[in-house]
């Protein structure tokens, strides 16, 4: 655990360091689980969102996308439910006077009983070697299993409990694991109690005439209210999809973990609406297709997982999570679920609007079932960057800081260096950036020795660094380094954009899945 810890202290540390993430307003002392982009953080969060919509939009002609208004009327979150059921369990420690959500405190009970499986994997992978079957081990090996046992158990019964809304047995379950506060050790505890998230808000320019409203906290209402719409003016056909990404708010009471749980985030989400019947098909169909989406990126299958709900939503007949190896474990980074027809129909009643679907080919109207699939792009960002930080020793013994983001995704494609500030250099290197500034995001570096600007440029996460020498005001030619393998070639000037486009175009990476 002291591993991971200081590994995310460090995914933190450079993601300041490089103009990834600012915390907000920290000339004022920040401002608790609210964070700013900066230079480079915004690049990459864009692109994670173009990659996103690329795969989701534009490469399926039934899903289309929409941008819906944080504010909306009232009575939508009254319809879906959150003004009477969007709460987390908290529970408070009377002497730290700390505030803890309690299935988060179990569920770092188990994080902590999966260190320990992660641990014997890794003395029987030490003690096998080559020969060692992981998957194998995993299965047979006793106190492997016991260890899995005693989490499955915990999990049930922490979702059966939270399902009936027990909070009592919730709380007895705390006190049986023995979990302690983790700032003091105190296992004081008061009762567990319900919380809503949502932020209100008022509209109206006086305050006779204000109305009560919610920021949004999530963004899949704004699809619903708007199926009809979307559905008649683009004359879609079931199945089809609505896509949409945005921010959303939630009054995290024990927001933590840098950007994966704040209280303004953004999602990416879709609503694929079905014939009812159907749904369990589609909802397979998505999970496949969004893991594939997921390991297109090369971040390695080993950092995911499925995650199947024992507990559903009041709205759901299945729902799972893809999950992800962050460096503080396993923790969900997309939701796949069958919402049922709930959604609509609830809206229908609130609103008294018909929101159906009528079948030209049964000659009849039905209410869709949907399929969502939600993902948090900011946890999605944090899922890149931590992965993608590395420290490696090199052959002359020295260590270096690299930041092997997917290509597609990094904020720079190229930096382009001239050997010294003079001789004309800075002007032929000058050219090649503007000439290429057309087709991609590239850099201009000429400080320091140009074996700093390589390290600089790994660390920033940069997939090429060229050259200009001396030679290129003779040949015309300059040298490209790839930043993962750090190889030097010497290209033409004119192969520049080829090489660059081969390597980061968003064809050739969805083209994996």
């Excluded at 098909?281 to 297709?289: A, S």
Aim: proline share 3%.
């Amino acid at each position: 655990m002291a591993k991971q810890e200081d590994q995310f202290k460090k995914v933190i540390s450079h993601a300041k360091e490089y103009g990834y993430v600012f915390q907000s307003s920290e000339i004022y002392d920040g401002l608790s689980a609210v964070y700013d982009y900066a230079q480079n953080g915004v690049e990459l969060k864009k692109n994670i969102r173009d990659y996103w919509w690329k795969a989701m939009v534009q490469m399926h002609e039934n899903i289309v996308g929409i941008d819906a208004s944080i504010l909306m009327h009232p009575n939508t979150w009254k319809a879906s439910g959150h003004v009477d059921a969007f709460t987390d369990p908290l529970i408070d420690n009377k002497d730290s006077k700390k505030r803890y959500r309690a299935d988060v405190l179990v569920e770092d009970y188990c994080a902590k009983i999966e260190a320990k499986i992660d641990k014997e994997v890794a003395k029987a992978q030490k003690r096998f070697g080559d020969s060692f079957n992981k998957d194998e081990f995993l299965a047979t090996n006793g106190r492997v299993l016991g260890y899995q046992e005693k989490i499955n158990t915990i999990l049930s019964r922490l979702g059966k409990s939270l399902e009936k809304e027990d909070l009592a047995d919730v709380k007895l379950l705390i006190e049986e694991l023995a979990i302690a506060d983790p700032l003091t050790g105190s296992k004081n505890w008061t009762d567990v109690k319900q919380f809503n998230l949502m932020f209100g808000t008022k509209l109206g320019a006086s305050a006779e005439s204000t109305m009560d409203l919610y920021l949004r906290p999530e963004t899949a209402q704004g699809i619903f209210v708007n199926f009809l719409n979307v559905q008649k003016t683009g004359r879609m056909k079931i199945p089809f999809g609505i896509a949409q990404t945005g921010k959303a708010f939630r009054n995290e009471i024990v927001a933590r973990q840098f950007i994966f749980r704040m209280r303004e985030f953004e999602q990416m989400e879709l609503q694929f609406f079905v014939k009812p019947g159907t749904q369990k098909e589609w909802y397979n169909t998505w999970k496949e297709t969004r893991l594939k989406w997921h390991l297109s990126l090369g971040m390695g299958a080993e950092n995911y997982r499925f995650h199947d709900h024992e507990k559903l939503a009041h709205y759901a007949d299945s729902a799972a999570d893809i999950e992800f190896k962050f460096p503080f474990g396993f923790k969900e980074l997309e939701g796949i679920h069958s919402r049922t027809d709930f959604d609509l129909k609830a809206h229908e009643d609130f609103s008294g609007k018909k929101l159906q679907y009528f079948d030209h080919q049964e000659n009849k109207s039905y209410t869709p079932y949907v399929v969502e699939t939600s993902i948090g792009l900011d946890r999605m960002f944090l899922a890149v960057f931590s992965n993608s930080l590395q420290e490696e020793t090199l052959e002359n013994g020295t260590t270096r800081t690299v930041l092997k983001l997917p290509a597609v995704l990094a904020p720079v494609k190229a930096a382009i260096l001239p050997l010294v500030k003079k001789d004309g250099l800075p002007e032929v290197a000058r050219e090649i950036m503007h000439d290429l500034q057309w087709d991609f995001n590239v850099s201009y570096d000429e400080k320091d020795a140009v074996g700093r600007r390589y390290r600089r440029q790994d660390a920033n996460g940069t997939p090429f660094c060229i050259t200009v020498d001396h030679d290129t005001l003779q040949d015309n030619m300059v040298t490209i380094r790839h930043r993962d393998t750090m190889e030097q070639k010497r290209v033409p000037i004119s192969a520049l954009k080829n090489i660059i486009e081969q390597e980061v175009a968003v064809k050739n990476w969805l083209q994996k899945m």
